[in-house]
């Protein structure tokens, strides 16, 4: 993993095998019949949910609700990672 910024969190630290979305949708735009502008998946659960560029930040709202600090980019040729707990990226 190289780390952009000073220090890396624990939480991505803690991130041993990466999990890929299940499909290249939203799983809440999909039940509101909403739209998405990229996805991002849950490293706790394997959740797909849009970011915060789309109109529902299903993936933010996901994170306060859950507690869940992990994300990756789920768009193609994306190879990344965002701890909200410590507003930290890296690439894997």
Not at 27 to 39: A, D, F, I, N, P
Not at 77 to 84: A, K, N, T
Request: a neutral charge; hydrophobic letters at 30%.
């Amino acid at each position: 993993m190289q780390l952009w910024g000073e220090k890396i969190c624990a939480h991505l630290e803690q991130t041993e095998s990466i999990q890929q979305p299940k499909a290249h949708q939203c799983e809440e735009c999909v039940k509101t019949k909403s739209r998405w502008v990229h996805l991002r998946t849950c490293q706790t659960c394997g959740v797909t949910l849009c970011c915060d560029s789309s109109p529902n930040k299903h993936a933010t709202k996901h994170f306060h609700e859950s507690g869940h600090p992990v994300i990756i980019s789920a768009e193609k040729g994306e190879r990344w990672l965002w701890c909200y707990h410590a507003g930290a990226y890296a690439e894997y």
